[in-house]
């Protein structure tokens, strides 16, 4: 037996082990950007979801808030006038979680969910644009008088945005998935 044999084995057992630790530490990165990215996905599919009912609560607040009927109850004080700063307040805390997991995703994402993703901020973006449009049924007078009533083309456009959100929400859904290695799952449509 060779003097080498001892040195060779031990060198080879070396390499093994400090290959062993390279790929567990690999695997952990891996594992951790998975996470990542998933966390990132899931946030923005979860809260573009709760956005797209901010948007519609504030269309219904608008309806509500308007007219002959809210000018008397704030006169008579049965009601304190809106405050544009809580509004922003209120619209901002659903905003800014949509707002990280659409940053981490830019970061982490794949490039096709970095653009999926945009996507559907774009669609979050123009609902609420439409959400927050002053309705046109009525005319100055009867608003005046009634309060806020939207045109039915005002309404389609509304939800035909809507539609939209949920399109890229589901296209989302659809990459978040693969990008994360779980199958399709078809869609309510599918089934």
């Known amino acids: 037996m060779s003097i080498w044999a001892p040195v060779v084995a031990a ?19 891996r594992r951790a950007t998975l996470a ?12 573009s979801l ?8 504030m269309r219904n607040t608008m309806r509500v808030r308007s007219g002959l009927n809210e000018r008397m109850d704030l006169t008579l004080r ?11 307040d209120w ?6 979680p949509m707002n990280q997991a659409w940053s981490k995703i830019q970061v982490v994402g794949s490039v096709d969910a970095v653009r999926v993703a ?12 439409l959400a927050g449009e002053l309705g046109g049924a009525r005319g100055p007078f009867g608003t005046y008088l ?14 035909a945005t809507t539609n939209r959100m949920i399109e890229h929400r589901e296209a989302l859904i659809e990459l978040a998935r693969k ?3 779980h199958g399709p799952v078809p869609s309510p449509k599918q089934a």
Request: net charge negative; aromatic share 10%.
């Open 11 to 29: 060198l080879g057992t070396g390499v093994i082990g400090f290959g062993g630790i390279l790929w567990q530490q690999f695997r952990r990165d």
């Open 36 to 47: 990542e990215k998933s966390d990132a996905y899931y946030q923005l599919i979860a809260h």
């Open 50 to 57: 709760s956005f797209a009912v901010r948007a519609g609560t």
């Open 78 to 88: 049965l009601r304190r006038p809106l405050d544009p700063m809580e509004v922003h």
């Open 91 to 96: 619209f901002a805390q659903g905003y800014e």
């Open 118 to 129: 945009k996507e559907l901020m774009d669609a979050c973006a123009d609902m609420v644009a």
């Open 146 to 159: 009634r309060g806020l009533e939207w045109t039915s083309d005002q309404e389609e456009a509304l939800k």
């Open 179 to 181: 990008d994360l290695g």
